[in-house]
């Protein structure tokens, strides 16, 4: 036994038997070795962190998020001062594990879209190819000579309104991000002067095509001005919410760069689409072929634009969160790989959601006129209420910063709002949207006004088709352009609702919240949420 212990445990038998057997003396200095051992400069901060992980949910706003807290040297905030509300949180474990998931959303939406692109793709080229070599092989056949005289003076104004579509894209942009508080005004009264301006100019042109889209840009115009009267009293806490939402961008260099280069991508496939509607022009079904063509264009600019807004709304998602310096490099990849699928998705439910709330908001003020209108208005809002449960644009956020899909996200984060009293109806009476959708028809309308007169004054019997186009053209471009703002104010709302105690708030959403529990709300009601503001007129 006593071998044993002494072999078990050297160091305390060691000096105690030397000092009984008298053979040595009791006092002997001991040895003190030190190792040196060299490591890289990020070695002891990576062992402290394995020794004490953060929590990154634990964020509180008496002291900054822990990943910047770490990185700047300061000191870690107390555990006791966490003061949010449990139901305001979303259990670290799920939230943690799904920043970074691997996971493709909406795979079924995302096979469907590849297909789609590659027959897209085929089709173009197809298109392409026979213009070309009915130009080259047959240049004295009828078809030939159509399709070289639509290169000729039909192909120019659709590309200059391309590139004019180009230039306004990026200046909306500039603009709403240089002087957010006055743009919001701007371009509900511009778009209104604008649209009206150019409908007069259509119906000049006294041809019947032209008059038809005169008229339909004229009766757009009043409507326009009519919800630009509506919105009077939201335009004000619209454009403090912009002013707030769009000041992290400056934080991150090149967040902007992923909006530029699907303007630019757009750019290069509508100049190819253009010359493919002129050789489908000359094939069999001429109709449906170019609105085939057409309604893919739509699809492939929407998902541009959602590329754009789910690399923006993870950046600024992840800092409001997490206090996070995200790669947009990285942001960007995941986008254009796992979460393609749920911006494809996104891509036909959004739009869809849009028009059914600008038809029910239209209606809404016309039900108390006419019972047929009434019946209209209320059956409207029912289908809308029961789409915007499976999806609405603010999922975008979530999709974005913890990788779910679209239908997911959209319950999320209305499942978010709804946690915090007033915040569902201040959401909807958000014309975030309205504004961005208004920029892209004030570019388009003015797009109209270069291509349009541009035909009429060269070849008159094509002026109806390339305004048309312009327009169309013109609207897609600025939409890719503009989603930038648009992701940030989505950040800025569902974000808050994640953490409304958080310092990177301002006090302007709380105290609207006030003004509407409170009852002196300026807010106008909406048709989902009628009855939440009893103060205004």
Known sequence: ???????????????????????????????????????????????????RPLAPLQVTTQAPPPPMSVASGGVEPPP??????????TPPQVAFASLNSRVYTNGITLCVFLVHLAAATFAVGFFVFRAVKDIVQHPRSRNAQR????LREWLPPVEGAVALSIVLAFAWQKAVRAWPRAMVGVILWSSFGITLAVGAMLMCFSMPATVGLGVAMV????????????????????ARVFERAVQPVDKFRGLNGPAYLMVAAGFVWISVWCVAVIGAANY????????????????????????????????????????????????FQRALSYNLGS?????????????????????????????????????????????????????????AAYGRGFVQASRSTWEQFERLQGMPALVDSDITSSVCFLTGVTSG?????????????????????????????????TRIGMALPQACVGCYYVCFAENPTSRLFDPTIPERLHKMQEGADPLVPTPRFPQQHPGAA
């Open 1 to 51: 036994m006593g071998a044993a212990d002494n072999a078990a445990a050297p160091p305390r038998g060691d000096v105690p038997e030397r000092g009984r057997g008298g053979g040595e003396p009791e006092a002997k200095e001991r040895e003190v070795k030190v190792v040196v051992v060299d490591e890289p400069p990020g070695a002891p901060v990576a062992r402290l962190q394995a020794q």
């Open 80 to 89: 006791q001062v966490a003061t949010f509300q449990p139901v305001m949180q």
């Open 147 to 150: 399709e070289r005289s639509l």
């Open 219 to 238: 009766m757009f115009s009043i409507g326009t001005g009519l919800y630009a009267c509506w919105v009077t009293r939201r335009v004000g806490f619209t």
């Open 284 to 331: 069999r079904f001429p109709g449906l072929t170019i609105l085939g063509l057409v309604l893919s264009l739509m699809w492939t600019a929407e998902v541009m634009r959602n590329v754009a807004n789910l690399t923006a709304s993870r950046v600024i998602a992840l800092y409001y969160l997490r206090g996070m310096q995200s790669s947009v490099q990285f942001s």
């Open 343 to 399: 911006a494809c998705l996104g891509s036909l439910f959004v739009p869809t959601i849009e028009a059914l709330r600008i038809v029910a908001r239209g209606l809404n003020l016309l039900e108390g006129e006419d019972e047929f209108m009434f019946s209209c208005a209320h059956c409207c809002l029912h289908v809308m209420n029961a789409i915007f449960e499976f999806g609405n644009s603010w999922a975008f956020v979530h999709i």
């Open 445 to 477: 309308a003015l797009c109209v006004a270069l291509a349009g007169s541009w035909t009429f004054a060269t070849h008159k019997h094509y002026t109806a088709t390339v305004s048309l186009l312009a327009f169309f053209v013109g609207y897609l471009m």
